[in-house]
């Protein structure tokens, strides 16, 4: 999505992916290879800029490379955003609230934690966590022992669970010459771990609600001297927002602004990491976007639908495999709401 | 355009072009052949479906492959469309106004349509005229020479000049199942036979006006057993419109559409092509398409500029040369109009 965008502005990639066949190498030069290959860098050093969509490439790869080459987002926020330690720390420094947490090496740490923190809770490895993989969550005090075995041997941290109303998240874009721009905030569906529906804008979102989401990512972007899109996700509780975590990338739940914004954030990230002007991110109409996960559906039965736009990624389907999404829009949220419901029933959208 | 749209349809693209490194042989695979190539027809033959972006494709051609392999549109509507007296005669069959015109092939038979007709009239070729090109202006007496001399020689077409308003065009989509939707009229002005700048939707087009135009495209749409976008050009006069030309094939008064349109005339000239259902062509806001001829401009100077967009084509410039778009899009009329102002001054867009 991101060579889709950038195309039309004149733009070639290059793209590293250790898996054959990967989506970007379906419509652009792909380096099969590890992502601290010497060939692979070698290449790479000749492009004008190197960015990533993929936010578990090792950071000392990242910062050999960005010795040859511009590397954007830098490759310490990547590192901040890795290690789900190193990110809470990151957002308390910054007074961006969060659930009380406490790193976990051993049992009786994980013990004090929960003493601490109180059930229920969430124990979570501190790296290369996603999809709801690599999460434990402790309801009752016998889970302690469970969730240990299950985790147990890594760098863990615990977090108290928030009893959040929803989720949302906000995608921040930020320039070269530090200027920003922010989407309206969206509202995030999972089941399973997996986000399966993103409604954008987010209903019943106050112009402070907005701002407070705003304000909590231009601190986390000049904090980092960051470049690129940035997906923070967000919890919301009684009117409050708590940090959940936040992506290095262009995310998921910005897939909808294909179509839904007035300009996407693949072609934002681009602009922002070759320093051109930002684009306006307006939604016009209701919007949502719903994740193709294990299956893909008759194209027919999608484009159907009124409004209804279709993104296959060239992927083979596997069990809880993200291989496409559906972007919908609609003049109404009432109408909007019809035209998911029908979608919600294909195969992949189930 | 068409496989930037079609990527994420999960299509796969083989484009056949002369020209080495043409624009679809940056982002797929090319076969830098002639049309009647043998060998690429065997390469097209293995595709499930065959199209042109291109009205100069040989019918010859078209055809041979159409007996081994879908060809859409059909080669029998390329082929009328290629011959402007085809054309002409069957817009008259259908009862769709033109100018009154003639064929010519003798300097006698110029004299005499020149008297029939009346001055001012162009005198075109019948074949491969494009931008402009192979069209002579005749405005007095004098001028018959002047023109013979320039053009005689091939197949000729004489038609009275419409001293119209504008020019206004129409994006008419027919699936295979005979379905049909329509884009608004756009307004298009030209410099020097160039299309410069589109406006979409065209302003002050009553109801009335805009159903007129669709109901002539559908009669040719039905005629021609179209399946695809297929522009018609119109002429308005006096609250009348007179065909002026049609085009087979997705058309440069139609790129506003990416950003523009709900549905981009590329997407939906692939649905259609490929059985899929038609997607909605509603303009949302006020656009205008600039194309870039013979220079590029810098990418900052375009994208500063709120709600627009870039589309270089990958094509070196050259005088004359067609090498990218900008499409703008604005919340009224006037900022619009403004935004085109500012956009008017940059290299190929002046």
């Known amino acids: 999505m991101l060579a889709l965008s950038g195309y ?26 590890d992502y601290a290959d010497a060939a692979a ?3 790479l050093a000749e492009c004008d800029v190197v960015t990533y969509e993929f936010e578990s490439v090792p950071e000392a790869a990242a910062q050999k490379l960005a010795e040859r080459v511009l590397v954007l987002p830098p490759p310490s926020a990547l590192a901040t955003a890795q290690d789900r330690l190193s990110e809470k720390r990151c957002f308390q420094k910054l007074g961006v609230p969060t659930a009380p947490f406490a790193p ?12 601490d923190i109180g059930l229920p809770a969430v124990l979570k490895t501190r790296r290369l966590g996603y999809d709801g993989k690599g ?29 959040f109303e929803r989720e949302l998240s906000l995608l921040g874009v930020r320039g070269k010459d530090g200027s920003t721009v922010f989407y309206p905030l969206v509202e995030n569906h999972h089941r399973d771990g997996i986000l399966r529906v993103t409604w954008a804008p987010a209903p019943n979102v106050t112009p402070e609600l ?4 705003e304000h909590y990512s231009q601190l986390l972007l000049d904090k980092l001297d ?18 959940n975590e936040m992506a290095p990338r262009v995310h998921n739940s910005g897939h909808f602004s294909i179509e839904g914004a007035e ?20 939604v016009r109409e209701p919007c949502a976007m719903l994740n193709l996960v294990g299956a893909l559906p008759q194209p027919e039965s999608v484009l159907e639908v009124p409004g209804a736009h279709l993104h296959f990624y060239g992927k083979a389907p596997r069990p809880g495999r993200k291989v496409g999404h559906i972007t919908v829009t609609a003049p109404t949220r009432a109408e909007l709401e019809a035209r ?11």
């Open 41 to 43: 860098h070698a290449r």
């Open 226 to 243: 960051y470049v690129g899109v940035l997906a923070l996700e967000l919890f919301e509780l009684g009117g409050d927002l708590y940090a």
């Open 135 to 163: 999460q434990f969550v402790l309801r009752k005090p016998e889970d302690v022992a469970l969730a240990w075995a299950e985790l147990g041997g890594v760098s863990l941290l615990l977090e108290g669970f928030v009893r």
């Open 104 to 115: 976990v090496s051993t049992l009786p740490e994980l013990e004090r934690a929960v003493a």
């Open 8 to 33: 039309p502005l004149g733009l070639r990639f290059v793209f590293v992916d250790p898996v054959p066949n990967a989506p970007g190498g379906q419509i652009a030069e792909q380096i099969v290879a």
């Open 263 to 282: 300009t996407s954030q693949f072609e934002n990230h681009l602009r922002a990491v070759l320093g051109l002007p930002l684009g306006a991110t307006a």
């Open 340 to 350: 998911v419901a029908r979608l919600s029933t294909l195969p992949g959208a189930v």
């Open 210 to 213: 907005q701002a407070r989401a």
